[in-house]
């Protein structure tokens, strides 16, 4: 098991509740250096998650009126702030990785275990209840965070002029069917993401569906 | 004037409002090139604004229950995610940069000005509104918010055993100061980062205060 940051530097007694939750902040420094396969738009790198993360709050501010049903604007984007942090020990699944797709539960369960673990517990079972709401897209605000994820690197892609739609064995129609849980969130943003889907298919930025 | 990132790679046509929208959210891509001078605790390297911002709202989520006054977590969580915007057109201006923190207020308010009127008229007003919350520090949630971007650096700069701390001209007495606005949101926080202080202090790893 990795050692928490702060098993290098112990922070001085600030009492045990706040020392646990302290110790958790330090360790979430971790989500910076976790890379996405996506580019940056202003700078020639990849993203990392913490990045990624904060660009889905921007989203869900700006664009919380396209939701089709009502959503709680301030969960939405706390599930968004929460929803990658178990990638701190799981590490990031690509979409288009099929493979690592597999195993990616198993091993985001048992990061959430030990990462959750490390606040007190009644914080534990909060925070992983909100990474459950996520992953569930049983809520209006789950299914708008979830199309936020999807819709974010696509505009990622687009700046890049196709980015991960170059991943081999990748076509338009792979594309569209990942990313159509979008529209399980919001019929305009999902006619917005076709067409720009689209368009990178029209530029050859994707391979062409069938 | 920076030209906006979408001038090199204009969207396809979207509708004018949401048009406005994806090129703004595109347009904020760059807060991740914005450095500031905080090393992170788990890389060798500074830190982003968008990083920052990202890791400010997860104290939200975890430390909302030390606030003095009760406040939304929602909207409190909004302040942080917006709260360093301007500084894609105006730069991190250091917490101990006196000659930089002169001219700041004007810088942040030219910026402000450009990048929101990015966004359709409403929106603008509307984010414009929340960063003037944010710096107004008038209500509860802008004064905790206010407290985590103080509160953050500081532990950042506890795991780099002084980082910023040992800018010329700086004591613990200068960091106390810069610091004690976490106390007008959070008694108990101001304890804990009051602690911290003064343990960095204890083992020299920032100038002793008078």
Tied chains: 1, 2.
Excluded at 90 to 98: H, K, N, R, S
Aim: glycine residues 8%; hydrophobic residues 40%.
């Amino acid at each position: 098991m990795e050692t928490p940051l702060t098993g290098r530097n112990p922070l001085p007694d600030v009492g045990e509740r706040l020392g646990a939750q302290l110790r958790f902040l330090i360790e979430v420094d971790k989500l910076k250096t976790v890379l996405r396969q996506s580019p940056l738009a202003a700078a020639s790198r990849r993203e990392n998650d913490a990045e990624h993360s904060w660009h889905l709050a921007m989203m869900v501010t700006v664009l919380a009126e396209y939701a089709d049903e009502p959503i709680d604007v301030g969960h939405t984007i706390t599930l968004v702030v929460v929803h990658d942090l178990v990638e701190i020990y799981a590490g990031d699944t690509p979409l288009y990785d099929d493979e690592g797709r597999e195993t990616q539960e198993r091993r985001e369960r048992e990061a959430a275990e030990k990462l959750f673990g490390l606040l007190p517990a009644d914080q534990a079972r909060e925070l992983r209840a909100l990474w459950d709401e996520f992953e569930g897209r049983k809520t209006a605000e789950a299914r708008f965070a979830k199309a936020m994820d999807r819709l974010q690197p696509l505009l990622l892609n687009w700046m890049a002029r196709g980015g991960t739609w170059h991943t081999p064995g990748v076509t338009a129609d792979t594309v569209r069917a990942r990313k159509s849980v979008i529209g399980d969130a919001s019929a305009p943003l999902w006619t917005a993401a076709s067409a720009i889907i689209a368009e990178g298919e029209r530029r050859g930025w994707v391979a062409p569906g069938s």
